[in-house]
C-alpha cells in the first residue's frame, strides 16, 4: 500500500510517501499564511515528482499545528505521536525525541516500540525554537544557515541570560554595540537554547538514544551544546525535518 503523510507547521510543511514501508518520497515548502494551501501544494508537488496520481494513494495522516486543515486526510494526528513514530521508524533503538519546530519545542520518552511513554511541550514562548534563531539571526546580520559552523569558530561563548525573546535580543544588541565576538555570541545563542531544551528534556529523564528532529537540527552548533547539556549523543538523521511527516506516513499504513 502507498501512503502518504503531511505535517504542517508555523513555519513549513512537510511531505512524506511510503510504499510497502520504505519511504519514495519527501518535500518542503514554506507555510506561509494559508496552511491549507500549503498542505495541499507539498502533497501534489510532491506526488507530480514521483510521477504519481491521487488515486495511488491509499491513506493519508496529517499531523502539526494546521493538521485540521487538510481536508483530503483520513486521519489527523497529535506531532507527538507521529514525531515518536517517524523517529522509531528511522531507528528502532532511538529512545528520546527531541524536537525543535517553528514556534515550540519537545522532548518525547518512547518505549522500545516507539509508543510515547512521555511528553513535555514548550509551546507558549518562542524562547528555544526556531523563531528565537531567526529572530537573533537578524540582529546580528548573519544567514541562519551559516549559524551552526560560525558557532563552532568561537572561543569564549558569550553569557545570554534571558529566557525571553524580546529580552534576549537585547542582550545581543548590547554584546554587539560592546564589539563581542560574534562566533561567540551565536555560540552563546545556542547554549541558551540547549540549557533551555535540556531542562525540559532532563525532567522526563530521557534516555540513549537521543534523537533530534525539526529544522533546527539542522544547525550543528544546536546539536553540539544540546549534548553538553544533556551528557548524551544526539544522533541526527538526514531526514530529520520532515520526521513528523514520515511518522504520519507510516501511522497511515495501520490504519483500520
Same mark, same amino acid.
Given at each position: 500500500m502507498i501512503t502518504a503523510g503531511i505535517d504542517i507547521g508555523s513555519i513549513t510543511t512537510k511531505a512524506a510517501v511510503m510504499a510497502e514501508g520504505k519511504i519514495r518520497g519527501t518535500k518542503v515548502v514554506f507555510t506561509g499564511y494559508n496552511a491549507e494551501q500549503a498542505g495541499t501544494k507539498v502533497y501534489e508537488e510532491l506526488?507530480? =515528482?514521483?510521477?504519481? =496520481?491521487?488515486? !495511488?494513494?491509499?491513506?493519508?495522516?496529517?499531523?502539526?499545528?494546521?493538521?485540521?486543515?487538510?481536508?483530503?486526510? !483520513?486521519?489527523?494526528?497529535?506531532?507527538?505521536?507521529?514525531h515518536g513514530a517517524g523517529a522509531h521508524y528511522l531507528n528502532p533503538r532511538a529512545r528520546s525525541v527531541i524536537d525543535i519546530g517553528g514556534q515550540d519545542s519537545k522532548a518525547i520518552v518512547l518505549d522500545e516500540k516507539g509508543k510515547v511513554k512521555n511528553f513535555a511541550m514548550n509551546d507558549k514562548c518562542?524562547?528555544?525554537?526556531?523563531?528565537?534563531?531567526?529572530?537573533?539571526?537578524?540582529?546580528?546580520?548573519? !544567514? @541562519? !544557515?551559516?549559524?551552526?559552523? @560560525?558557532?563552532?569558530?568561537?572561543?569564549? &561563548?558569550?553569557?545570554?541570560?534571558? @529566557?525571553?525573546?524580546?529580552?534576549? =535580543?537585547? =542582550?545581543?544588541?548590547s554584546l554587539i554595540s560592546k564589539g563581542e565576538n560574534r562566533e561567540n555570541i551565536i555560540a552563546?545563542?545556542?547554549?541558551?537554547?540547549?540549557?533551555?531544551?535540556?531542562?525540559?528534556?532532563?525532567?522526563?529523564?530521557?534516555? &540513549?538514544?537521543?534523537?533530534?528532529?525539526?529544522?533546527?537540527?539542522?544547525?550543528i552548533g544546536v546539536v553540539k551544546a544540546l549534548e553538553r547539556k544533556i551528557g548524551m549523543a544526539v544522533e541526527v538523521s538526514e531526514y530529520a525535518q520532515v520526521n513528523g511527516a514520515i511518522g504520519a506516513a507510516f501511522l497511515a499504513a495501520g490504519l483500520k
Open positions: 506526488l507530480a =515528482e514521483l510521477g504519481m =496520481e491521487k488515486s !495511488d494513494v491509499g491513506r493519508i495522516v496529517s499531523t502539526g499545528y494546521g493538521r485540521n486543515s487538510v481536508k483530503f486526510m !483520513d486521519k489527523a494526528m497529535t506531532e507527538i505521536i507521529c518562542a524562547a528555544g525554537t526556531g523563531r528565537f534563531l531567526e529572530v537573533m539571526a537578524r540582529a546580528l546580520e548573519v !544567514d @541562519l !544557515d551559516g549559524f551552526g559552523t @560560525l558557532s563552532l569558530r568561537a572561543g569564549d &561563548p558569550s553569557r545570554i541570560s534571558s @529566557l525571553c525573546t524580546v529580552f534576549a =535580543e537585547s =542582550e545581543v544588541i552563546g545563542i545556542h547554549e541558551s537554547i540547549a540549557a533551555r531544551i535540556a531542562a525540559m528534556a532532563n525532567r522526563l529523564r530521557i534516555a &540513549p538514544l537521543v534523537v533530534m528532529t525539526g529544522g533546527v537540527a539542522k544547525n
